[in-house]
């Protein structure tokens, strides 16, 4: 290891790790409601929840105005419109992430994400907190044919940074998703209780490594001190 430094790599989630996303799925569905002029938010965060086709999609907008008696495109188009917008707008990283991701940067720690999301949206966010220069590598479902749990992602971010699980840290709010997968491999992982949103039954057994309940305690982690 470097001086000082527990580990060479981080690998991050994105989604409820670096920004609170269940809030900006909600301000994005109440958009969409205040644009349509009925029915309820509530129940369209449930249409993106269970949507056979991802829980980003423009299908699971379509197939909740049609269950509520809104079939015309203009309607569809707009709040379409209006749930990218907001959740665009919406996206502010949890406190001390941009500082902490910037100074782990800085120290020589290479840095990754392994996300659900499409490499496309991945960036995008990453542009709109302002980290996109210091995340180079993402995995994605769409780039490596696979989703997380499958710890073959965040063996595909280990090789494409060039480190052995060993020297890698992971951060995540997912037990099932993050922590078992990372794990798996052989490296640290860190649950990030404050971002995990999900009820207990769907939240799996994995114990992690550590837990923090705010982003810039992976410092410590990684063997950077406040």
């Known amino acids: 290891m470097g001086k000082n ?4 790599g981080l690998i991050t989630d994105l989604d409820n790790t670096l920004y609170d996303f269940s809030a900006v799925q909600e301000a994005s569905c109440r958009a969409v409601i205040r644009v349509i002029g009925t029915g309820d938010y509530q129940s369209l965060i ?3 929840l269970f949507s056979s086709h991802g829980f980003e999609s423009h299908n699971a907008i379509k197939e ?5 008696g809104i079939s015309d495109d203009s309607t569809f188009i707009s709040a379409c419109r209006e749930y990218e917008k907001t959740k665009m707008d919406s996206l502010v990283p949890f406190p001390g992430v941009v500082e902490s991701i910037i100074r782990i940067y800085n120290a020589g720690i290479k840095i990754g994400a392994v996300t659900n999301a499409s490499s496309d949206r991945a960036r995008e966010r990453l542009i709109q907190i302002g980290l996109q220069a210091y995340v180079p590598i993402v995995a994605s479902p769409d780039l490596s044919g696979l989703k997380k749990p499958n710890p073959v992602m965040y063996q595909k971010a280990a090789d494409e940074m060039g480190l052995s ?6 951060i995540g709010d997912n037990l099932m998703n993050d ?3 990372a794990q798996t491999l052989g490296m640290f992982a860190v649950y990030a209780r404050y971002g ?31």
Do not use: H, M, Q, W
């Not at 909740?64 to 509520?68: G, M």
């Not at 699980?165 to 992971?170: F, H, R």
């Open 196 to 226: 995990d949103r999900l009820p207990a039954e769907f939240a799996g057994n994995a114990v992690p490594d550590a837990i923090l309940d705010t982003f810039p305690g992976i410092l410590d982690i990684l063997g950077l001190k406040p």
């Open 179 to 181: 922590i078992a997968p």
């Open 5 to 8: 430094l527990n580990y060479y």
């Open 165 to 170: 699980a060993s020297s890698i840290c992971v």
């Open 64 to 68: 909740y105005l049609y269950e509520i």
């Open 46 to 48: 449930r249409a993106f």
